[in-house]
């Protein structure tokens, strides 16, 4: 095993038992968590085709671009599989089943697990979506994975999933407001508490990589420098509709979160700015030289991109999805 691979690993054993230690604070307790039953209409009850059709009243009125942004997020979701493989692979961890890691991952996929199958079945019984068209897109985005530029390095996963996180509140907040706006307001709030959760997580894992930054600045700082050269991709960048290469809808579905505002470059850049104050990078000490040129890059970077996001115009091109009926 080489020196930093040696040093990673006896890092992420400091971290995991900090995940043990602070498990109940990123995490609700199942027994009393919520579930999407507590939002949707219940089928044994004698209102219940009643409320459907309440519910499908008040989807009719949602944007089209508001629906194409809310499946896209619900096929983002449901590829959780992906995910919860991805993060069991990472290095340096240790893969016993009661420690910090792998229970963080079971738990976190636990909790994320509630997300897609509610908004799937808002969106099932909501009337405007072709679910087949939907479903193979989810079933594609599983089965092609991501490559989310990370590899198995422990220190890269942590920066992706604070990022990814945070974009992921932003992007179910934004949805809510517009929900609420549209008159749907079932949607709204099933939307906030989703965004709940995506707030609670984000703070996990802005706590792991801040632990991290403690014991082996050097490395965290060139990992992150790393990952914004790279630049953070979303984990649906591969998806596509039914007839389509990999890829191919991802454009048109960030285009419609543009135009909506519910995801923006401007956001990106916030996000960014938002991690360099919570992990204190400006005040960092002890970086040897290439930490420092590391940490001056991302000092750099925020100032530099939002220059190029206000230049951006909003696209205007029109796109139908498979996925809603006209």
């Known amino acids: 095993m080489s020196f930093f691979a040696e040093k990673r690993r006896e890092v992420m054993l400091h971290i995991e038992q900090y995940m043990l230690d602070m498990m109940d604070t990123y995490l609700k307790p199942i027994d ?38 809310l499946i896209g997020d619900t096929i983002t979701e449901e590829a959780l599989p992906t995910y919860e493989s991805w993060l069991a692979m990472v290095d340096g961890i240790s893969r016993n089943e009661q420690g910090g890691w792998m229970k963080w991952v079971r738990h976190w996929t636990a909790e994320e697990n509630r997300h897609g199958d509610l908004l799937n079945k808002y969106l099932y019984l909501s009337g405007r979506v072709d679910m087949r068209q939907m479903e193979i897109s989810t079933q594609y985005l599983i089965a092609d994975g991501f490559d989310i530029g990370t590899g198995h390095d422990p220190y890269r996963n942590f920066i992706y999933t604070s990022f990814q996180e ?83 809808t991802f454009g048109h579905f960030t285009d419609a979160a543009q135009r909506l505002g519910v995801y923006t470059a401007v956001d990106y850049v916030e996000i960014m700015q938002q991690l360099i104050e919570e992990w ?28 190029v996001a206000e230049r951006m115009k909003n696209p205007t091109m029109e796109y139908k999805f498979s996925w809603i009926h006209a």
């Open 32 to 69: 009393t968590n919520w579930q999407p039953t507590d939002f949707l209409p219940v089928s044994t009850s004698e209102t219940f085709i009643q409320d459907i059709k309440s519910l499908r009243e008040n989807a009719n009125d949602l944007s089209y671009d508001l629906v194409a942004v």
């Open 166 to 248: 945070l974009a992921t509140n932003i992007s179910h907040r934004r949805v809510a407001s517009l929900a609420k706006k549209d008159g749907d307001a079932l949607l709204s709030k099933m939307c906030g508490v989703i965004a709940s959760d995506e707030a609670r997580h984000a703070k996990a894992y802005k706590d792991f990589m801040s632990k991290i930054f403690e014991v082996d600045p050097n490395e965290a700082m060139i990992a992150f420098e790393d990952m914004m050269r790279k630049k953070i991709v979303m984990p649906a960048h591969f998806l596509r509709e039914m007839g389509m290469k990999m890829g191919q």
């Open 280 to 307: 204190k990078i400006d005040g960092m000490r002890d970086l040897d030289d290439a930490g420092e040129k590391a940490r001056d890059y991302i000092m750099a970077l925020p100032n530099r991109l939002l220059r």
